[in-house]
């Protein structure tokens, strides 16, 4: 069973930055997308950003400029570099896998158990 493990939250001051790491563990073959989403208290869950095998990226239109999604294919991993953090970036941020391949299994998806971040002073 494939399973994704995110570390790297906790609290930063506002202007500072962080970076997250995923890693898919398990018998893996090939995962489609990885991404990052994040949730606010009382807010719904957002896509921040993604990164498809080939590469190409889509970022949330308030991050873009600030935070970078890199991967990493042969160590089925994503990172997330998030620079110029502001109190609205506070969230739980999960990690999640699209079209996971796996010896005589495919998933649609697969979520991380989330890492929160706080930017506050």
């Known amino acids: 069973q494939v399973q994704l493990e995110e570390s790297g939250g906790g609290l930063v001051q506002p202007g500072g930055s962080l970076r997250l790491s995923c890693a898919a563990s398990?018998?893996?073959?090939?995962?489609?997308?990885m991404g990052w989403y994040r949730q606010a208290p009382g807010k719904q869950r957002e896509l921040v950003a993604n990164?498809?095998?080939?590469?190409?990226?889509n970022y949330l239109d308030s991050v873009k400029g600030r935070f970078t999604i890199s991967r990493d294919n042969a160590k089925n991993t994503v990172n997330l570099q998030m620079n110029s953090l502001k109190p609205e970036d506070t969230a739980v941020y999960y990690c999640?896998?699209?079209?996971?391949?796996?010896?005589?299994?495919?998933?649609?998806?697969?979520w991380g158990q989330g890492t929160l971040v706080t930017v506050s002073s």
């Open positions: 999640k896998a699209d079209g996971v391949r796996s010896p005589g299994q495919w998933s649609r998806e697969v």
């Open positions: 398990g018998s893996i073959i090939s995962i489609n997308t």
């Open positions: 990164i498809a095998g080939a590469g190409y990226t």
